[in-house]
């Protein structure tokens, strides 16, 4: 699995995500970032078994080139450009359900980088179409999702000029 590098054209913030439960090479992640993506036990008190392992992750419908389409029609990669957050890279990583019909809930941010990617990435989140569902043993199955999306914010630089 490959991380992904998207452009936005006429911003300052580039960002990358990852289709996949978890980031590539998560031991080259700050330890804080290792922590969130490592998974975590269902906190449900639901007759509905709500999994964390499974089979076959939720994905996007249409797969990872659509997720890309989304991602470039929707985000706002210039949210934190905006807010005034420091030149750097911002993993935001966004936990959500994925229901048996594919319906996204519970959506919360397990990072607080703050500048506004959380809730741009969580914006993002609730305005996408039903996803396609988990399967364990070859049946749909509502499961918990980790959403990374990494913004790298660019220092801009100006030229000098003499008037």
């Given at each position: 699995m490959?991380?992904?590098?998207?452009?936005?054209?006429?911003s300052?913030?580039?960002?990358?995500?990852?289709?996949?439960?978890?980031?590539?090479?998560?031991?080259?992640?700050?330890?804080?970032?290792?922590?969130?993506?490592?998974?975590?036990?269902?906190?449900?008190?639901?007759?509905?078994?709500?999994?964390?392992?499974?089979?076959i992750?939720?994905?996007?419908?249409?797969?990872?080139?659509?997720?890309?389409r989304?991602?470039?029609?929707?985000?706002?990669?210039?949210?934190?450009?905006?807010k005034?957050?420091?030149?750097g890279?911002?993993?935001?990583?966004?936990?959500?359900?994925?229901?048996?019909?594919?319906?996204?809930?519970?959506?919360?941010?397990?990072?607080?980088?703050?500048?506004?990617?959380?809730?741009?990435?969580?914006?993002?989140?609730?305005?996408?179409?039903?996803?396609?569902?988990?399967?364990?043993?070859?049946?749909?199955?509502?499961?918990?999702?980790?959403?990374?999306?990494?913004?790298?914010?660019?220092?801009?630089?100006?030229?000098?000029?003499?008037?």
């Open positions: 490959s991380l992904k590098k998207l452009l936005i054209p006429a300052l913030a580039v960002i990358h995500f990852c289709s996949a439960f978890t980031v590539p090479s998560l031991s080259a992640q700050p330890e804080s970032i290792r922590e969130t993506l490592r998974d975590t036990v269902p906190d449900t008190a639901s007759d509905e078994k709500l999994f964390v392992k499974v089979d992750e939720a994905s996007y419908p249409g797969g990872d080139n659509a997720w890309r989304f991602l470039e029609q929707n985000l706002d990669a210039a949210v934190p450009v905006r005034k957050a420091p030149a890279y911002y993993t935001v990583i966004i936990q959500f359900v994925v229901d048996k019909t594919g319906n996204v809930s519970d959506i919360k941010p397990l990072t607080n980088h703050g500048y506004g990617m959380e809730d741009e990435v969580i914006r993002l989140l609730k305005k996408s179409p039903r996803w396609k569902p988990a399967s364990q043993d070859s049946r749909p199955v509502k499961a918990y999702r980790k959403q990374p999306v990494t913004f790298m914010v660019i220092e801009e630089k100006r030229k000098n000029r003499r008037d």
